[in-house]
């Protein structure tokens, strides 16, 4: 069974940061695109960065600039880097991957980790 695990989560002040962590339980080189997604509360859940399996990168214009999306295939983690954060950053985080098998994607999703940003 598929398994994707969010960590890092928490409360930090505003103009902090934050790095989540992803451990992901399938293979890494079956993996199309690494996305982190999140969903503040009485809203609806939005792609915050996705990293492509050549490695090119892409961002929400909310987030560019100050959060970096990562993966380390020997640890099979990805990573979401998130520094500057502001109150608007508040939200559940959810790691997500897109696997190509034999010509079908099939997408998974970790049951995602909280960010509060407040003073």
């Known amino acids: 069974q598929v398994q994707l695990v969010e960590s890092g989560g928490g409360l930090v002040q505003p103009g902090g940061s934050l790095r989540l962590s992803c451990r992901v339980s399938?293979?890494?080189?079956?993996?199309?695109?690494f996305n982190w997604y999140r969903q503040a509360p009485g809203k609806e859940r939005e792609l915050v960065a996705t990293?492509?399996?050549?490695?090119?990168?892409n961002y929400a214009n909310s987030v560019k600039g100050r959060f970096t999306i990562s993966a380390d295939i020997a640890k099979n983690m990805v990573y979401l880097q998130m520094n500057s954060l502001t109150v608007e950053d508040t939200a559940v985080y959810y790691c997500?991957?897109?696997?190509?098998?034999?010509?079908?994607?099939?997408?998974?999703w970790g049951k995602g980790t909280l960010v509060t940003v407040s003073s």
């Open positions: 399938i293979s890494m080189y079956s993996i199309n695109t």
């Open positions: 997500n991957v897109d696997q190509l098998v034999a010509g079908s994607r099939y997408y998974y």
């Open positions: 990293l492509i399996s050549g490695g090119s990168t």
